[in-house]
């Protein structure tokens, strides 16, 4: 039986929601504010999100949002979990049957998840569901050269997450979307515009640390420009690192990136179904 989220004792949630993720290749445990956080920070609802129960017990957990992007309405799922001794009572699949049916409801047009490359298990289940592949995405660290030379002809001007949202690529990951972002610029080099980008700060471990989620440049003859845009940030910003989450591989400002020097962490994927117009 499916509960929504908002009628069941949040801390019943966070319980099953870490007992999931207790084994997981990454394991994750969080608290109330944490979970809650991951919620309000990413809009997702507690109303189409839901627990499963099975004789009176929480076997799983699953996080849905929708949001319209470019004139294309999705269901991201999230964030999913079973419970390590519901593994084999057909959860998970019962969890994503639960999300495609309210995403057909709600008249969406795509449903996503990302999940980590090395989880062929979960991989394997989303196929047989008819999700597909969209790209990798990389998560770890950009290694920035020690230098004090910062181009002087390179400056940034705040965008607006509307502004921004109408030039991002259709399938940037839902997290890594402009409205999710701290900051959003326009890049200018020499007086002209040459792209935009995105990122969050967050200060880990007493460092300031930038997450840069979208990068773009125009056009390929500006494309070495890159080194450069990260250290002026790097400069502007105060930061001490620069870190890279579910960062599309396929685009050219990757690999700029991989030019300079990347140290990845995981790879995920990014699976997407193509929901019926009926």
């Not at 999100?49 to 319209?68: C, K, N, P, R, Y």
């Not at 792209?195 to 070495?224: A, M």
Request: aromatic residues 8%; negative net charge.
């Amino acid at each position: 039986m499916f509960i929504p989220i908002d009628e069941v004792d949040f801390q019943k949630v966070v319980d099953t929601w870490n007992q999931g993720f207790s084994d997981y290749l990454l394991p994750i445990n969080v608290d109330k504010a944490g979970l809650e956080h991951r919620i309000q920070s990413l809009k997702l609802s507690k109303k189409l999100s839901a627990v499963f129960s099975i004789d009176g017990e929480l076997a799983g957990v699953i996080l849905l949002g929708i949001q319209t992007f470019q004139k294309t309405k999705v269901m991201w799922i999230g964030g999913m979990a079973v419970v390590p001794k519901y593994r084999r009572s057909k959860v998970a699949s019962k969890l994503i049957d639960y999300a495609e049916r309210l995403a057909n409801e709600n008249q969406c047009e795509q449903l996503v998840l990302e999940v980590l490359a090395a989880n062929e298990r979960a991989k394997q289940l989303y196929e047989v569901k008819g999700f597909q592949l969209v790209n990798e995405l990389a998560v770890g660290s950009v290694v920035l050269p020690i230098t004090i030379k910062v181009k002087n002809d390179l400056a940034f001007k705040s965008a607006s997450k509307k502004e921004q949202s109408l030039t991002e690529n259709q399938w940037t990951p839902w997290q890594n979307r402009c409205i999710f972002s701290d900051r959003n610029y326009e890049i200018y080099h020499e007086e002209s515009k040459i792209g935009s980008i995105s990122f969050n700060l967050v200060e880990e471990s007493s460092e300031r640390t930038l997450i840069l989620r979208q990068l773009h440049v125009s056009q390929r003859e500006d494309r070495w420009l890159v080194i450069d845009i990260l250290l002026k940030l790097k400069e502007q910003e105060n930061i001490d690192t620069i870190k890279i989450a579910n960062f599309d591989m396929a685009i050219p400002e990757y690999l700029e990136l991989e030019k300079i020097g990347v140290i990845l962490q995981l790879t995920q994927f990014q699976l997407a179904k193509k929901l019926s117009e009926e």
